[in-house]
């Protein structure tokens, strides 16, 4: 009884996962985009198995466009341009960047300093985790 418990939960999830994306491949299409249903399967996938999801591209090709887009098929109601999305942070990368610490900021364990990043405000999570390294030593 238990294991067919289970079978239906998980096709009930099954379910609703298709009809969201099918509101959503439809929702971006009726706001005049023109993404490849199956561009937005990734999106939706990256964006729902990971705490960060990167969009790389031209300027104008849609990036924040396609995250705002995303934001309110979750929110279900459509968003101002200056309406904040508490999940959503957009931030300029550069192709310089190669490590974890050139977008998050980090450690300096040499100069006993925490460095942060302009894109992510972790300061007090640097610090914790300073004292912490400090006590183990």
């Avoid at 099918?22 to 729902?48: C, I, N, Q, S, W």
């Avoid at 999801?53 to 098929?73: D, F, H, M, N, Q």
């Avoid at 190669?98 to 900021?105: L, V």
């Avoid at 300093?113 to 004292?131: F, G, I, P, Q, T």
Wanted: net charge positive; with cysteine.
């Amino acid at each position: 009884a238990e294991r067919l418990e289970d079978e239906k939960r998980r096709e009930r999830l099954r379910s609703e996962e298709v009809e969201f994306l099918k509101h959503f491949v439809e929702y971006v299409k009726m706001a005049g985009f023109k993404y490849e249903p199956r561009d937005l399967v990734r999106f939706h996938t990256a964006a729902k198995c990971g705490l960060l999801t990167i969009l790389s591209g031209k300027p104008g090709v849609g990036k924040s466009s396609l995250a705002r887009l995303y934001a309110e098929v979750l929110v279900g109601k459509r968003l101002k341009p200056d309406d904040e999305i508490p999940a959503i942070k957009g931030i300029n990368v550069s192709p310089s960047w190669i490590e974890p610490e050139d977008f998050i900021g980090g450690l300096d364990y040499q100069n006993r300093l925490c460095r942060s990043s302009v894109n992510v405000d972790n300061e007090e999570k640097l610090a914790k985790e300073y004292k912490e390294m400090k006590l183990k030593k």
